[in-house]
C-alpha cells in the first residue's frame, strides 16, 4: 500500500500530461521543412538563420556541437559558399502542443551531381509569435567519411586580390564545382589574415590525375590567372605518411 500511495503521484502527473498535450498537424513542420530547403537552395543565410531559435543547438557530423545563432550561420553559410543543392524528403513529422519533430532524408548536389545521401532529425518549438523554429537540428552521412581513402594536399600560393581570389570560391559556379568535377569535391580556403595575398587550399582527393590533369590544362591555368594566382609562388605540400 505504501508503494502504492508513493507510485500514484507520479501515474497522476503523466497522466495529467499525457491528456493536457494536444496532437497537432504535422504538415506545418513539413512545410516549414520545406521553406528551409528552399532557402539553402536560394543561397539566403540569413533566411536560413531566422529559422531557428536563438539558442538553436547544430550538431553536424565529424565536428562540435554549437549553439546559438552564428553556430547556424557558419553550418549552413559554408554549405552557401560551397555552391551546393539540396533536395529534403520527409518521413515523419508530429506535432504536440508547441513541440515538433520532423525525421528524413537528404540528398546534397553540387551541380548536376550528388555529393553526398543522409538523414536528419529536427526538433521546432513553436514561438509566442506562433511561428514554428528549429530548436535542434542533426544530420549526417549514410556514405563513409568522404575522405577516408584520399589524398591530402596543402596548395600554397600568392595572389594578386585575396578578395578577388576568395569571390572564385563563392556563388553559383564557383571553384567548387570545378575542382568537384576533376576528383577533389573538398576544399578548404584559407587567407593570411597578416599578409593577405598569402592564401592556401586545403584539398581531399579522389582521383589525383584528374585533378592534376585539370590544374595543368589551358582551363586551369585560365583559371588560376582570372583569380589572380602568381603561379610562381605555387606550392604542393603532400600528406606524410
Known amino acids: 500500500m505504501k508503494r502504492l500511495i508513493a507510485v500514484l503521484p507520479v501515474f497522476l502527473i503523466l497522466v495529467g500530461c499525457d491528456q493536457g498535450a494536444t496532437p497537432g498537424d504535422p504538415s506545418e513542420i513539413t512545410a516549414r521543412s520545406a521553406e528551409w530547403g528552399a532557402a539553402m537552395n536560394a543561397k539566403d543565410v540569413d533566411g536560413l538563420v531566422a529559422m531557428y531559435t536563438d539558442d538553436a543547438r547544430v550538431m553536424p557530423p565529424n565536428a562540435a556541437m554549437t549553439v546559438g545563432s552564428d553556430g547556424v550561420r557558419a553550418a549552413f553559410g559554408a554549405m552557401v559558399d560551397a555552391g551546393v543543392s539540396v533536395k529534403l524528403t520527409s518521413m515523419e513529422a508530429r506535432v504536440v502542443g508547441d513541440i515538433g519533430h520532423n525525421i528524413g532524408t537528404f540528398a546534397v548536389s553540387v551541380g548536376d551531381t550528388v555529393v553526398d545521401v543522409g538523414k536528419f532529425i529536427e526538433t521546432w518549438e513553436r514561438g509566442a509569435d506562433g511561428t514554428w523554429r528549429i530548436a535542434n537540428d542533426i544530420y549526417n552521412s549514410d556514405n563513409?567519411?568522404?575522405?577516408?581513402?584520399?589524398?591530402?594536399?596543402?596548395?600554397?600560393?600568392?595572389?594578386?586580390?585575396?578578395?578577388?581570389?576568395?569571390?572564385?570560391?563563392?556563388?553559383?559556379?564557383?571553384?567548387?564545382?570545378?575542382?568537384?568535377?576533376?576528383?577533389?569535391?573538398?576544399?578548404?580556403?584559407?587567407?593570411?589574415?597578416?599578409?593577405?595575398?598569402?592564401?592556401?587550399?586545403?584539398?581531399?582527393?579522389?582521383?589525383?590525375?584528374?585533378?592534376?590533369?585539370?590544374l595543368e590544362s589551358e582551363d586551369g591555368i585560365a583559371a588560376a590567372e582570372a583569380d589572380g594566382v602568381r603561379r610562381d609562388t605555387l606550392r604542393v605540400l603532400t600528406e606524410a605518411n
Open 144 to 214: 563513409p567519411p568522404a575522405d577516408s581513402d584520399n589524398e591530402h594536399l596543402v596548395i600554397l600560393h600568392d595572389v594578386d586580390d585575396a578578395n578577388n581570389w576568395l569571390a572564385a570560391w563563392r556563388g553559383d559556379d564557383s571553384r567548387h564545382q570545378l575542382f568537384a568535377a576533376n576528383g577533389a569535391a573538398h576544399v578548404h580556403t584559407f587567407v593570411n589574415p597578416q599578409n593577405r595575398h598569402q592564401t592556401a587550399l586545403v584539398v581531399s582527393v579522389s582521383d589525383m590525375a584528374a585533378l592534376q590533369a585539370m
